[in-house]
T-cell receptor
Framework: KNQVEQSPQSLIILEGKNCTLQ??????????LRWYKQDTGRGPVSLTI?????NTKSNGRYTATLDADTKQSSLHITASQLSDSASYIC??????????FGAGTTVTVRA | DVKVTQSSRYLVKRTGEKVFLECVQDMDHENMFWYRQDPGLGLRLIYF???????EKGDIPEGYSVSREKKERFSLILESASTNQTSMYLC????????????FGAGSRLTVL
């Protein structure tokens, strides 16, 4: 069964600090992995997409990494801002286009 | 910008009532999806549609039905709402199934009493 596990479930960080979110998956065959950001009361919005051959991809202060051998991805947030407070969802796509969603990591940034 | 609009942000219904959740997208996307989102669980696919009048069951279709009479509109129907259907419902659309770039609506939070 295809599964996506995210850790931690939640975290609190001070404004200006960095943090890293983890995503482990068992989806096979693997097509791509996408990170979404979901602000409270809104739908998820795509941050990055990574295919099998990509190791790192950045979007501003967000950097995603992918290790296809160990089936792990991480999302690193640099110099966090209050607006980074949100839920971050890891989504893995299989070759048949079926999507598997992680439960998300809730990030709270405090001033 | 692609826009996916869900007509109701918050609804409170009673057990046994029929519930309609409406979703409209304005970018001529072929594919539309309904998910439910519950704490501690990932998004779960209820139904999806790749074309007008076409529908396919997702992972948790029991207790739900859908309607897609027009390309831009995809409705989720709860024929007889139950308390275990209290949830956040998210509608999404995409240009093609393989792209998996989903554009989500803001969600409809349904409470069934």
């Amino acid at each position: 069964k295809n599964q996506v596990e995210q850790s931690p479930q939640s975290l609190i960080i001070l404004e200006g600090k960095n943090c890293t979110l983890q995503c482990n998956y068992t989806v096979s065959p693997f097509s791509n992995l996408r990170w979404y950001k979901q602000d409270t009361g809104r739908g998820p919005v795509s941050l990055t997409i990574m295919t099998f051959s990509e190791n790192t991809k950045s979007n501003g202060r967000y950097t995603a990494t992918l290790d296809a051998d160990t089936k792990q991805s991480s999302l690193h947030i640099t110099a966090s801002q209050l607006s980074d407070s949100a839920s971050y969802i890891c989504v893995v796509s299989a070759d048949d286009y079926k999507l598997s969603f992680g439960a998300g990591t809730t990030v709270t940034v405090r001033a | 910008d692609v826009k996916v609009t869900q007509s109701s942000r918050y609804l409170v219904k009673r057990t046994g009532e029929k519930v309609f959740l409406e979703c409209v997208q304005d970018m001529d996307h072929e594919n539309m999806f309904w998910y439910r989102q519950d704490p501690g669980l990932g998004l779960r696919l209820i139904y999806f549609s790749y074309d007008v009048k076409m529908k396919e069951k997702g992972d948790i279709p029991e207790g739900y039905s859908v309607s897609r009479e027009k390309k831009e509109r995809f409705s989720l129907i709860l024929e007889s709402a139950s308390t275990n259907q209290t949830s956040m419902y998210l509608c999404a659309s995409s240009l093609s199934p393989g792209a998996n770039v989903l554009t989500f609506g803001a969600g409809s939070r349904l409470t069934v009493l």
